[in-house]
């Protein structure tokens, strides 16, 4: 009695183990069983073969190989689809390389999209841009086509996944692929394995071979087996990540390379942000998809018609139940100018026409075209956002906006060029480098840089040329930051300074200085001339005493300026230091150090603490907003939009250094190479029309090479004010190797600073 019902309750329980664990178990064997029979193949196959066609007809034996070569493609199909995603691979390859290979999609100041910022690490024609939202019509029609069976509720990873859903399992249609193969209709690749063959790049398959049918069968086993690790990583939210993707690896374009994603392809080709597309752009742009647009030659006509003619199925195809919808796409494809050049911003379209074929396929890649519209701002951009990226490491930078006009500045740029072959033409017997960018020149290039800078921090203009990122001796501009400590010390702009003479040292005019003390004569100038002209050697003696003339006499004054004070003005300007001498021999014999980026922000700070009333203070910059998302857990949330990045707060002992009396004070000295009283330096500016000196100095360093004296470099900074506005302002030209011999500032500057002043009054 007992027996029978223990034997009974043992079944039950043995018959829900099996219920409960069967498919467990099934799916294990599945998966391990076709890898051990694969391994172990070359060994008992052979021998399998030879024993079933022993004997037999040719009719059996080839039936009997068919099935052996159906099963073993069946079992490997399966071995490859099933199983689950590939985590590891999806966060430290696959997810990793995606948000690198995200451009900042770039805005200027007039909200043109002039181009792409590609990360430095990713081949230029790989960068992409975020796409915020997929057009629900694109996406539709492209699913209708591509992979109709799709859906993202099936997020079983087995067997009991495949048998439920086996037109959507994994990211595949397991149905469709032997299907499309049997009735020839191609290899029936779902979105997903379209994804994974878009997102690796032909080129990454082309190169694994010497054999392009190899290839194509790797391509098809790679998309085959990582299409589920894509799938299931995007599927979330009705797979609004997986569209995101789709559409930002779609190949639609090539022009000067490819150009990847609908958010590129829809500015080139239609001038338009994919959220305003209209319906018929949509479709053509699922065509584009399928037929990659070109922008030259026979290529362009052929796809131009494949992807007329392919839209004009899709909209009979989908729209086949609205007739008349029907006939009004249609008359719109058929209306649809196929253009061979790329749609510009109207501010670019003249300059466009104006390229050659070259020069249009540049254009029409947005990661090429950035270079040549704005590609002397683009190395201060990149600086400002690896920056940023410091302060919020988890943050993805997908869109910036700029502070320059580009339109203006690629003016500016223009007139800049003519101007300095107008000065090539004029010193010719005396350049040793090319100024301009002719690049047939046999001369060197010069490095040059000219920044100007709005009272906000906003770069207005930019023009730069070779290397401009390196720090270099910035001459008797030095005077600047050396007026500072002077102006702080209670200095008046009506003193003087003795000319002491010092190690043999001469200033420019070629005197070398005397003994100073009461009541003597000689070696006296006035703290105009001495800033104004170029007088070097008065400046190591002014930082210990200074003259007094009154109804008295002569009178020096001793009142020592300590190092402490010029390593506070060091700092708040980030100027660096050249070598072991003293912080005043640096100053005064113009070996202070700066990059011309850094001396502009310097000047910028500068003009704020002599002439703004307001405490809030914007730093040089040429970012002015951003948007990013929020890179968490390999994947991007939503993040938001920052302004003002560059607002800054002035520490309280650089403020304290710019009472009232220093203010004055170089106010009125820094003026004084602009004036003819003076010697100044910069009188030839005083011609120029259309602006106010703020204050304004000049630079100027020298080499000796092969035993003759060259100027190396030559700089003006200071500040102007045009249309009531301030501006601050950079220019340098510089040369190892010398620019030339006894190149004056009238000669190269007057023509340079002219250019900016007609900018600024435009």
């Not at 690896?249 to 001038?271: D, K, N, Q, R, T």
């Not at 948007?627 to 938001?640: D, P, T």
Request: positive net charge; hydrophobic residues 35%.
């Amino acid at each position: 009695m007992y027996s029978s019902h223990i034997k009974s309750v043992l079944e039950e329980k043995m018959w829900l183990f099996q219920l409960k664990y069967f498919p467990f178990y099934a799916e294990w064997m599945l998966m391990v069983l076709p890898f051990i029979w694969l391994i172990t193949l070359p060994y008992w196959l052979p021998k399998f073969i030879v024993y079933l066609l022993e004997g037999k007809h040719l009719v059996i034996k080839m039936l009997i190989l068919m099935t052996i070569s159906l099963l073993t493609i069946f079992l490997i199909y399966m071995y490859v689809i099933l199983g689950k995603p590939n985590q590891e691979k999806w966060k430290n390859v696959i997810f990793d390389q995606h948000i690198k290979r995200i451009a900042i999609k770039i805005y200027d100041a007039t909200d043109n999209m002039i181009g792409g910022l590609v990360n430095r690490d990713v081949e230029v024609n790989r960068g992409i841009f975020y796409v915020e939202r997929v057009p629900p019509l694109y996406w539709d029609v492209l699913k209708f086509r591509e992979d109709k069976y799709l859906e993202f509720t099936n997020g079983s990873t087995g067997l009991v996944g495949l048998l439920s859903s086996p037109r959507a399992f994994n990211g595949i249609d397991v149905i469709g692929i032997p299907s499309a193969i049997l009735h020839r209709r191609g290899g029936g690749s779902s979105l997903s394995q379209q994804l994974v063959k878009n997102f690796y790049g032909q080129d990454y398959f082309r190169n694994q071979t010497s054999l392009n049918k190899l290839n194509t069968l790797l391509r098809k086993y790679k998309e085959l087996d990582e299409a589920k690790t894509f799938y299931h990583n995007l599927r979330e939210n009705d797979g609004e990540e997986f569209k995101r993707w789709v559409a930002m690896y779609s190949p639609s374009l090539v022009s000067a390379g490819s150009v990847y994603g609908i958010e590129s392809v829809a500015a080139m080709v239609f001038g338009k942000k994919p959220k305003d597309l209209s319906e018929f752009e949509q479709i053509l742009l699922t065509n584009m998809y399928k037929y990659t647009h070109y922008f030259n030659g026979k290529a362009h006509e052929n796809k131009c018609q494949k992807i007329k003619n392919g839209s004009k199925i899709d909209i009979k195809t989908y729209f086949a139940e609205n007739p008349t919808k029907v006939e009004a796409l249609i008359q719109d494809i058929d209306n649809w100018d196929c253009t061979d050049k790329p749609r510009v911003p109207l501010a670019f379209y003249k300059s466009m026409l104006a390229e050659d074929t070259k020069g249009q396929l540049l254009i029409g890649n947005p990661n090429s075209r950035i270079w040549d519209w704005a590609g002397t701002s683009m190395s201060i951009l990149r600086h400002e956002t690896e920056k940023y990226k410091i302060v919020y490491p988890n943050h993805l930078i997908t869109e910036v906006k700029i502070t320059i006009d580009t339109p203006k500045n690629i003016s500016f740029k223009d007139s800049v060029n003519k101007a300095f072959q107008n000065v090539e033409t004029k010193l010719a017997s005396r350049l040793h480098v090319n100024l301009d960018d002719d690049a047939k020149s046999e001369k060197k290039q010069a490095n040059i840089w000219i920044s100007v800078v709005d009272e906000k921090g906003a770069i207005k203009y930019i023009y730069k040329r070779g290397n401009t990122h390196d720090k270099r001796r910035i001459g008797s501009i030095s005077k600047i930051f050396e007026a500072i400590a002077l102006g702080n010390r209670g200095d008046k702009y009506d003193y003087f300074y003795c000319n002491e003479a010092f190690q043999n040292l001469h200033n420019a005019d070629g005197s070398m200085g005397g003994e100073c003390q009461d009541n003597s004569q000689n070696n006296i100038y006035s703290a105009r001339k001495v800033f104004g002209a170029s007088k070097n050697l008065p400046m190591m003696s002014a930082f210990d005493k200074y003259v007094v003339k009154d109804n008295k006499g002569i009178h020096l004054i001793k009142n020592k300026i300590d190092d402490e004070k010029l390593q506070e003005i060091y700092e708040s300007f980030n100027l660096s230091r050249d070598n072991n001498v003293t912080l005043k021999y640096e100053l005064s014999f113009g070996l202070t150090n700066s990059t011309p980026y850094g001396l502009q922000k310097s000047v910028h700070k500068l003009t704020h603490l002599l002439y703004e009333k307001q405490l809030n203070y914007h730093e040089a910059h040429i970012m002015e907003s951003l948007k990013y998302k929020i890179v968490k857990e390999s994947k991007l949330i939503n993040g938001g939009e920052k302004n003002s990045l560059f607002l800054k707060e002035i520490d309280s002992k650089t403020r304290k250094m710019f009472d009232k009396n220093t203010k004055i004070y170089m106010q009125t000295v820094l003026k004084s190479a602009l004036d003819s009283k003076f010697n100044g330096t910069l009188k030839g500016f005083k011609s120029i029309d259309g602006y106010e000196p703020l204050f304004m100095k000049s630079g100027t360093t020298d080499k000796v090479v092969n035993e003759k004296k060259l100027t190396q470099s030559k700089w003006v900074a200071g500040a102007i004010k045009v249309k009531g506005k301030r501006y601050s302002l950079v220019i340098m030209v510089h040369s190892e190797n010398g620019i030339g011999k006894k190149i004056g500032h009238h000669e190269i500057m007057k023509p340079i600073f002219k250019e900016i002043v007609e900018a600024l009054n435009r």
